[in-house]
């Protein structure tokens, strides 16, 4: 792990303020620039961060903060194109590291060489396509809410929530049944996110986190949730930056039938000529009645992904309350988060987690293959043991101790293990460990050489 870099974030927004947070939080030292004086004053009392008032845009501004002897710069303002100047501005001037989100795919498309090669940005964060991926990824697999790869899609870890035909339910987990060798990481019950022990009783609504083979993931779901119903009908609320790219990802899936429901006339019409066999809808409302009316009654998913938090947390909330199965919903602010489980929504999906996990990428050094972060605050990471590293020749057991983490998966020369507790680390295992809360510092300790 890299400690004590230098960074600089260009914006103050909620995609902003997090990556400032999380970054000073591992003792990274953060400048964090805006043009809006009252935001700026409004942060200097809230973020372990040096809050400065400014165009990060500008090449003479980011020569006097500093932008050339920084590690890393990352540009997230609400403008794409103030972020690619911005990225490379800082480039030119010597930043080690450049990051821009970049939320309109016609600037690059799918040619992330043509930014890094060309323009020198080492990388460029689609948060809404990401996102798109993300919930397509729930949709197509049964009984799950959330799915994440790693180790270069060996190992998935799915979030699945029990029905009353859970087998485990009451059972304590060492009791549990292998329909497939897996490991459960991690239980998310009342919103509170914890690592389980092998006596725990899980109970009707928990979320379980499980880790298992990719070839394995699809049978350990349907057996812990105890029921996987495959998806048949989608309708998604909002046909924008990320309703367009997930119904084009569904498309191509194949098998489904898909609605799109869109407020404005004009996006409608637009996504109605780039879709060959979904329908589109020009829909106001977000009422029972108008939802009833286009079928989300019997739909096996609902998607609210329009721009709005509170309009896709109502939208996703009267589905569930119609009868829709699976009920998902895009929060990109972060006090909207605890209503995702206030309102019994299935699952809540961030832009600004996704980008938050790309820059955490950047600055947690070569050995971090992969960062999922849980909206509850918790962390899956995927971490290369070092030769010399404190776990190296330590049981998983002891090496969770040490790490104050959970190891799910280990994947040894391509194999794929699903470790007992005297599993010993060995060097160049890529381990994929759950934290039950954000911030690897032991993490990093454990899996790092001397």
């Given at each position: 792990?890299?400690?004590?870099?230098?960074?600089?974030?260009?914006?103050?927004?909620?995609?902003?303020?997090?990556?400032?947070?999380?970054?000073?939080?591992?003792?990274?030292?953060v400048t964090i620039v805006d043009r809006d004086r009252a935001r700026?004053?409004?942060?200097?009392?809230?973020?372990?961060?040096?809050v400065l008032v400014g165009n990060g845009a500008s090449p003479k501004?980011?020569?006097?903060?500093?932008?050339?002897?920084?590690?890393?710069?990352?540009?997230?303002?609400?403008?794409?194109?103030?972020?690619?100047?911005?990225?490379?501005?800082?480039?030119?001037?010597?930043?080690?590291?450049?990051?821009?989100?970049?939320?309109?795919?016609?600037?690059?498309?799918?040619?992330?060489?043509?930014?890094?090669?060309?323009?020198?940005?080492?990388?460029?964060?689609?948060?809404?396509?990401?996102?798109?991926?993300?919930?397509?990824?729930?949709?197509?697999?049964?009984?799950?809410?959330?799915?994440?790869?790693?180790?270069?899609?060996?190992?998935?870890?799915?979030?699945?929530?029990?029905?009353?035909?859970?087998?485990?339910?009451?059972?304590?987990?060492?009791?549990?049944?292998?329909?497939?060798?897996?490991?459960?990481?991690?239980?998310?019950?009342?919103?509170?996110?914890?690592?389980?022990?092998?006596?725990?009783?899980?109970?009707?609504?928990?979320?379980?986190?499980?880790?298992?083979?990719?070839?394995?993931?699809?049978?350990?779901?349907?057996?812990?949730?105890?029921?996987?119903?495959?998806?048949?009908?989608?309708?998604?609320?909002?046909?924008?930056?990320?309703?367009?790219?997930?119904?084009?990802?569904?498309?191509?899936?194949?098998?489904?039938?898909?609605?799109?429901?869109?407020?404005?006339?004009?996006?409608?019409?637009?996504?109605?000529?780039?879709?060959?066999?979904?329908?589109v809808l020009h829909e106001e409302g977000i009422g029972k009645e108008?939802?009833?009316?286009?079928?989300?009654?019997?739909?096996?998913?609902?998607?609210?992904?329009?721009?709005?938090?509170?309009?896709?947390?109502?939208?996703?909330?009267?589905?569930?309350?119609?009868?829709?199965?699976?009920?998902?919903?895009?929060?990109?602010?972060?006090?909207?988060?605890?209503?995702?489980?206030?309102?019994?929504?299935?699952?809540?999906?961030?832009?600004?987690?996704?980008?938050?996990?790309?820059?955490?990428?950047?600055?947690?050094?070569?050995?971090?293959?992969?960062?999922?972060?849980?909206?509850?605050?918790?962390?899956?990471?995927?971490?290369?043991?070092?030769?010399?590293?404190?776990?190296?020749?330590?049981?998983?057991?002891?090496?969770?101790?040490?790490?104050?983490?959970?190891?799910?998966?280990?994947?040894?020369?391509?194999?794929?293990?699903?470790?007992?507790?005297?599993?010993?680390?060995?060097?160049?295992?890529?381990?994929?460990?759950?934290?039950?809360?954000?911030?690897?510092?032991?993490?990093?300790?454990?899996?790092?050489?001397?």
């Amino acid at each position: 792990m890299i400690d004590g870099m230098q960074v600089i974030v260009i914006g103050s927004g909620e995609v902003g303020q997090n990556i400032a947070r999380t970054l000073s939080a591992e003792r990274h030292d953060v400048t964090i620039v805006d043009r809006d004086r009252a935001r700026v004053e409004a942060l200097q009392g809230e973020l372990d961060a040096l809050v400065l008032v400014g165009n990060g845009a500008s090449p003479k501004f980011l020569r006097d903060v500093g932008a050339g002897e920084a590690d890393l710069l990352c540009a997230v303002t609400q403008s794409d194109e103030a972020n690619v100047i911005a990225a490379l501005a800082a480039r030119q001037l010597g930043a080690k590291r450049t990051v821009a989100r970049v939320r309109d795919p016609d600037y690059f498309g799918g040619d992330e060489s043509f930014s890094r090669d060309v323009l020198g940005i080492d990388f460029v964060i689609h948060p809404e396509r990401a996102t798109a991926e993300d919930l397509a990824e729930a949709i197509l697999l049964p009984g799950a809410v959330h799915v994440e790869h790693f180790a270069e899609g060996r190992v998935s870890i799915a979030e699945s929530i029990l029905t009353d035909r859970s087998p485990l339910l009451g059972q304590a987990l060492r009791e549990r049944r292998m329909v497939r060798p897996h490991t459960v990481v991690g239980i998310i019950r009342d919103g509170r996110t914890l690592a389980p022990t092998p006596g725990y009783r899980t109970k009707t609504g928990d979320r379980v986190l499980v880790a298992a083979a990719r070839g394995d993931i699809a049978a350990t779901v349907a057996y812990v949730a105890g029921r996987a119903s495959e998806v048949h009908d989608v309708v998604i609320f909002g046909a924008g930056r990320i309703g367009l790219p997930l119904a084009r990802r569904l498309e191509a899936a194949g098998g489904l039938r898909l609605t799109l429901m869109e407020r404005d006339l004009e996006r409608a019409r637009y996504v109605a000529e780039q879709l060959r066999h979904a329908t589109v809808l020009h829909e106001e409302g977000i009422g029972k009645e108008a939802l009833i009316a286009h079928g989300v009654d019997r739909a096996g998913a609902f998607v609210a992904c329009a721009g709005d938090d509170r309009a896709n947390l109502l939208a996703a909330l009267h589905a569930k309350q119609v009868g829709a199965d699976l009920c998902l919903a895009v929060v990109s602010r972060e006090e909207y988060v605890p209503l995702v489980d206030a309102l019994a929504i299935d699952a809540g999906f961030s832009p600004r987690l996704v980008t938050a996990e790309a820059i955490l990428r950047s600055v947690r050094g070569e050995r971090v293959h992969g960062v999922h972060l849980l909206l509850g605050g918790a962390e899956v990471l995927e971490v290369e043991a070092e030769p010399g590293c404190r776990a190296e020749g330590r049981s998983v057991e002891q090496t969770n101790e040490i790490a104050l983490t959970h190891v799910a998966a280990i994947v040894r020369d391509g194999e794929v293990l699903m470790p007992d507790p005297a599993e010993r680390i060995q060097p160049g295992d890529h381990v994929v460990v759950f934290s039950p809360r954000q911030g690897v510092a032991q993490v990093g300790k454990t899996f790092s050489g001397r």
